[in-house]
């Protein structure tokens, strides 16, 4: 009986265990099996010990013992069933083994068993063992040292489904949550063991590539890459069964991958000629498969190009002729994010998104349903509604990955999560809730560690907040410091930032240079987003310096920009600016009409500090236009401006802008003293020369700043 | 005698203080005979048979010495007294390779020389035994994985005799093999340059030596003892770093001192030439050496190689006859063999015997290369990328497997993918042109015409092999319209042409003329484009100029 319930279990938990990882320790199985089948532990541990500890023979009985359960009328196990395919699987393997392979195979069960006793041993005799004893192990140790090392670099055989299994493991985790992988060291550490032992084992080599790319190591990923297609075009040409044809198909994605892996690094000229190599070869074959991602790659090349979108629509229709559902969506998705750059209308794109999110629902791409809510999010963001964009943000981040149900990772190493979280950082700054936008970059920099390959989005973002927060501080020296950061991430964003520093520190010639360098660079490469920041900069530059007229026509052309382009945000900037030229050029009335147009967005999704400076333009407006009416009315007028100032200082203490707080508690102070509110002038006197005496003057007359 | 006897003393008492033998002139060639003569008895004696054979190649060359001066035996120590029964047994048992015996009977012996022997008969033993066990393994992934279970507890008790100062030069010689066995190379290199100061005499250790040393900054930090060997040494490591202008200027040193007969040494020279494709000079030193040692088959499958680039099919035919009559079982011999085929054209046959040298011995790297380029000959490109690997696993500075890969993947027309391979190939021979005109073909096919310039020029400018680059470098400034340019490389290559004097066929003579004489014509330099014309008029294939 218990032998028959021996043989039960170990045929019962083995391909459990043998199916899924490495080999276990001997404690881990009895444990394993005590959780699975108690009343069978028993006797499979004596079964184990019976035959480590016996003779050869005890061995031969036991396989001997398994081709008997299937005989007999009842017998013990069905041939057919999963235990007895499993069964006769390892029967025939041994079988088929020569007389010194028994020898061997029966020696390392001995040691399999050996070993996991003598680590059970030993951990009762640390205790037990005496003084003097443990001398003497530390002696035989230290010379031991080096050796044990090089023994645990070559933890023990792996086989064949043993090592693949831990490829597919570890490529897994490298896609989808790097942080649980291995460290690339560790992992290279063992595919060189693996490929020690085994050099034709190729899939190892494209691993080793994949690692090496977690630490941009260009030289060594090539080396990997091309070893690996190297090694599989050998492979493809052995079976037979696809021939030739499996030659050149290996032939030609390595090529691709060679492309990729350019690309990936950014030698982007290398990466056109490698990938006008796989295309010549796959047209040469007439492989449309091939040909389809050359042409996505295509794209991803030639992005700066005007044209490019004709390819992308190729692509797309092409993709969608030869069943490709990844590739096709894949393309619309590359297509939405042009057309939104080009302004394209947000009904269409999003009408676009979402048949293109049916299709990944259909097909259950959940990478490509996380890149779409990630797109949609940054989408909104451009469109400036930071309501949609955090809801999409959070939807994201809220939301199980399809892949979480079969497999049990979750994905979140992906650029998708990167981008969605970095938007969300940005959006809780813009709304002065820096502790949680410092919260969220935490949690980004331990998701994806410093040298990973998304890790410059959120350096980027971190950046910029900081950035901005220097900026509304006044430590303009701290926020030049952050400039050179900011360049090595993202050279055009850099040169803006970089002339917003020197705006803010008066050195207008310098400034106007650099914008005038950027706009020109900007509007050759289409950036519009860009090209309307920097005229707006330009513009503010032209009032700073006491010439609002000039302002007006640039101003004009960034309204019109925005306007074409729907970007809603930076349009209402725009009529921001207007008004306040208008304001300085006297006609108050003008510019609160113009006022109450673009209030209302910002108000509603618009960044704490544009809401503070929409509302105290309003109060400066208020006052100038009551300039001229009667006393009792202007008396209400400024009423109304100090309520608005004082909202507008709440928002600007959100956002720690102290300049701007001095600059609204002064004005206060001259309203109150008109209206001959002497305690209330008196406290706002009181806090602006406090507030004075803290920053330093900047030279700017007070009211030539918005 | 006194130096000859401190020798005794050192490898029978391996005293800490390593008491030099032998300095660093030759002034005393009898001297360095009775210390070659002795080192060959002794390590003959513990079975370190190639040592043996090396030292007692280079005794043979030296003139013979007088009875009187001849050696006596070296004395017999009480040890070695007492062990004198077990270690004949056990040697005896050591020639017939029965190790595991050997090493049984030998077990518990104190003196140096039967302690070596049971030290070396167990790592023999377990050598033997892993080779065999290659054969039947349990799966694929543990082909690898077999490997010599007897290194692991040798290292551990040598370890504790190199730390109680205990091991001889030999002793030292073995740990360090061991060592590297268990791939510890800086330990071993260590423990190797111990041995050459110890005993400076064993060629053994000098070898090893020469195996792990990768770059010549490696040498240069090797503190090594001043004998005459270490000129041995240099000279034999200068060949495999490829710096063979010294490797010659060494071996020519040590031929004016007096071992000009050593067979050896001629060999050496005769792989140095062919190492700078110098094929003539190698040809006739092969040639010699062939006359005075015809029995040879060490280096011969360098000598295929050297008829097989003259196409010499007789005299190829002639050595591998020759060598199959001699051992038809040895890797050169398969190598000469394949060499024969390939040249003709049997390429199938070809690769079956580099196959066949392989099996005989599976880190001979130069049957890889030849294989690929035999598979390459017979269109099988992908069975010749596997074998080019091969290759490059077992020796990653193969230039040639690496200039293979980058030809294979250019007859796949996938000239960018080949381009990582000829930059490889081109790094480990930077002064190579043939790898800097495969190169610049590839850029020219990728359109990148400066980076294709660069590299013919530089091609040239290392020393043309084929005397291509320049009419490539030429063609291409025609392309871009360059004629100034184009035509002073024109000149130069028909300078370089007539300065050589080859009378071999160049094709492009009548190209060069063709353009230079359009090019005079164009600059209204009557005389010299008529001059150029009527050269032009020789060749048959332009006889018809615009």
């Not at chain 1, 096709?328 to 042009?338: D, E």
């Not at chain 1, 032209?542 to 930076?570: C, D, G, M, N």
């Not at chain 1, 809401?611 to 008396?635: H, I, N, T, W």
């Not at chain 2, 063609?475 to 050589?500: P, V």
Request: with cysteine.
């Amino acid at each position: 009986m218990s032998a028959y319930l021996s043989r039960f279990a170990s045929s019962f938990v083995m391909p459990a265990l043998y199916s899924t990882g490495p080999d276990i320790t001997l404690s881990k199985l009895y444990k394993l099996i005590e959780e699975s089948c108690p009343q069978l532990a028993n006797s499979v541990q004596i079964r184990i010990k019976l035959m480590a500890e016996g003779e050869l023979k005890d061995m031969e009985q036991f396989f001997d013992d398994l081709s008997d359960s299937f005989s007999g009328t009842e017998p013990e196990v069905h041939k057919t069933s999963v235990v007895g395919l499993f069964l006769r699987h390892m029967i025939l393997a041994y079988s088929k083994l020569s007389f010194s392979q028994v020898f061997k195979l029966y020696t390392a069960l001995q040691q399999y068993f050996q070993n996991g006793e003598k680590k059970t041993v030993e951990d009762a005799d640390m205790e037990l063992a005496s003084r003097e004893e443990g001398e003497r192990k530390m002696e035989k140790e230290e010379l031991d040292v080096s050796i044990r090392e090089e023994e645990v670099s070559c933890s023990g055989p792996l086989s064949q489904k043993q090592a693949e299994f831990f490829l597919s493991q570890q490529a897994s985790l490298l896609k989808n949550d790097e942080t649980k992988a291995l460290t690339p060291a560790s992992l290279q550490k063992e595919l060189n063991n693996l490929l020690k032992f085994n050099p034709d084992f190729a899939e190892a080599h494209y691993l080793s590539y994949l690692n090496n790319l977690r630490v941009q190591d260009v030289f060594s990923s090539t080396h990997s890459l091309l070893h690996y297609f190297d090694r599989l075009i050998l492979t493809g040409a052995e079976s037979k069964s696809n021939g030739e044809e499996g030659y050149g198909r290996s032939l030609r994605y390595a090529a691709l991958n060679l492309a990729a892996l350019h690309c990936r690094f950014g030698h982007y000229q290398q990466a056109e000629l490698a990938l006008q190599e796989a295309i010549r070869i796959a047209q040469e074959s007439n492989d449309h498969v091939c040909l389809q991602h050359c042409l996505s790659w295509l794209y991803v090349l030639g992005q700066k190009r005007s044209d490019s979108y004709v390819l992308l629509e190729h692509s797309v229709k092409k993709a969608v002729h030869f069943g490709l559902p990844y590739l096709a969506s894949l393309g619309i998705q590359s297509l939405v994010q042009q057309r939104a750059f080009a302004g394209k209308t947000a009904n269409k794109l999003m009408d676009a998104l979402k048949d293109s999110d049916l299709l990944h629902w259909k097909h259950s791409l959940s990478e490509l349903i996380d890149i779409s809510i990630a797109q949609k999010t940054a989408i909104w963001r451009l469109y400036g509604r930071s309501t949609m964009a955090l809801q999409q943000a959070q939807m994201l981040l809220s939301m199980n990955s399809l892949e979480s149900v079969n497999a049990g990772v979750q994905q979140n190493n992906t650029e998708s999560f990167a981008v969605a979280l970095c938007h969300l950082a940005e959006l809780h700054a813009e709304q002065g809730c820096f502790a949680a936008a410092s919260e969220v970059l935490k949690h980004l920099k331990e998701r994806f560690p410093p040298n990973s390959q998304h890790a410059q989005l959120w350096m980027l973002c971190d950046q910029k907040i900081q950035f901005d927060r220097a900026m509304n501080d006044g430590k303009y020296h701290l926020a030049d410091s952050l400039v050179t950061g900011i360049t090595a991430l993202n050279s055009i964003e850099g040169v803006y930032r970089k002339a917003v520093v020197l705006q803010a520190q008066n050195q207008m010639s310098e400034a106007h240079k650099l914008l005038q360098k950027l706009l020109i660079h900007c509007q050759r490469t289409r950036h519009t987003e860009m090209v309307i920041s920097v005229l707006l900069s330009v513009a503010e530059l032209y009032w700073r310096s006491s010439s609002p007229t000039i302002a007006l026509p640039v101003l004009l052309q960034a309204l019109a920009l925005s306007k074409e382009y729907r970007l809603q945000h930076l349009a209402s900037e725009t009529v921001l600016n207007l008004a306040f030229a208008q304001l300085i050029l006297g006609i108050p009335e003008q510019a609160l009409s113009l006022l109450h147009m673009a209030i209302e967005p910002i108000l509603a999704d618009g960044a704490v500090l544009d809401k503070g400076r929409a509302m105290f333009l309003v109060a400066k407006c208020q006052v100038a236009s009551a300039a001229s009416c009667e006393p009792l009315k202007k008396a209400e007028a400024l009423e109304a401006a100090i309520e608005n100032l004082n909202e507008a200082k709440n928002y600007f203490a959100k956002v720690d802008c102290k300049e701007q707080i001095r600059d609204v508690v002064y004005f206060q102070a001259r309203l109150y003293h008109t209206l001959g509110k002497t305690q209330e002038r008196n406290r706002c006197a009181m806090l602006f020369r406090q507030l004075h005496q803290d920053l330093p003057f900047h030279g700017v007359p007070l009211i030539n700043l918005l | 005698m006194a130096a000859s006897s401190s020798i005794v003393s050192v490898a029978a008492t391996a005293s800490s203080v390593p008491v030099l033998p032998s300095s660093c002139d030759f002034s005393n060639l009898r001297e360095i005979k009775k210390q070659l003569l002795l080192i060959a008895g002794l390590t003959r004696e513990r079975g370190l048979l190639h040592s043996s054979k090396w030292s007692a190649e280079l005794a043979f060359s030296l003139p013979a010495l007088p009875l009187s001066e001849l050696q006596p035996p070296p004395p017999i120590t009480e040890e070695d007294a007492q062990d004198m029964d077990a270690y004949t047994l056990a040697k005896a048992y050591f020639d017939v390779k029965e190790y595991d015996r050997a090493a049984h009977f030998l077990h518990g012996c104190n003196s140096k020389k039967a302690y070596f022997l049971y030290m070396y008969s167990r790592y023999l033993s377990g050598e033997k035994k892993k080779d065999d066990e290659t054969v039947d393994s349990l799966g694929p992934l543990e082909k690898g994985q077999v490997k010599n279970e007897a290194l692991r507890e040798l290292r551990v008790e040598l370890s504790k005799k190199h730390q109680a100062r205990e091991l001889d030069g030999f002793g030292l010689y073995l740990y360090g093999v061991v060592l590297r066995k268990l791939d510890l190379v800086k330990e071993a290199i260590d423990v190797f340059v111990e041995a050459t100061h110890v005993l400076p005499l064993h060629w053994g250790a000098w070898l090893e030596l020469c195996n792990l040393i990768t770059d010549k900054e490696m040498l240069k930090f090797l503190s090594l003892p001043d004998t005459w060997m270490k000129e041995f040494f240099l000279a034999h490591i200068y060949t495999e770093l490829q710096l063979i202008e010294e490797a010659l200027q060494k071996y020519q040193n040590l031929i004016d001192v007096g071992f000009s007969k050593s067979s050896y040494i001629v060999s050496q020279i005769a792989v140095a030439y062919h190492n700078i494709r110098d094929i003539d000079k190698a040809l006739s030193i092969f040639n010699e050496l062939r006359k005075q040692d015809p029995y040879r088959i060490e280096n011969m499958d360098t000598f295929s190689n050297l008829l097989y680039v003259r196409s010499m099919k007789s005299e190829l035919s002639y050595l591998a006859h020759n060598l199959c009559e001699i051992d038809k079982y040895r890797v050169e011999t398969c190598c000469v063999i394949g060499n024969y085929y390939s040249l003709r054209s049997q390429h199938e046959k070809a690769a079956l015997y580099f196959q066949r040298a392989l099996k005989l011995n599976p880190r001979y790297l130069g049957a890889w290369t030849l294989m690929g380029h035999e598979y390459m000959e017979m269109k099988n490109t992908s069975a010749a990328i596997q074998a080019y690997r091969h290759a490059i696993e077992v020796n990653k500075r193969d230039y040639r497997a690496w200039y293979g890969l980058g030809q294979t993947y250019e007859i796949l027309k996938m000239p960018f993918y080949c381009l990582y391979y000829y930059r490889r190939a081109h790094q480990l021979r930077p002064n190579d042109s043939r790898m800097l005109v495969a190169l610049g073909e590839c850029y020219e096919k990728l359109n990148q015409l400066v980076e294709a310039k660069k590299c013919y020029w530089r091609a040239y400018a290392v020393g043309d092999v084929e005397k291509m680059a320049l009419v490539k470098l030429a063609k291409l400034h025609e392309q871009l319209t360059e004629s100034e340019q184009a035509a002073q490389c024109y000149i130069k290559y028909i300078q370089d042409i007539y300065s050589c004097g080859e009378i071999v066929e160049h094709l492009e003579e009548s190209t060069a003329f063709r353009y230079l004489a359009q090019y005079y014509f164009k600059c209204k330099l009557w005389d010299e484009a008529s001059a150029c014309a009527q050269k032009c008029c020789a060749f048959n294939d332009v006889q018809d100029p615009d």
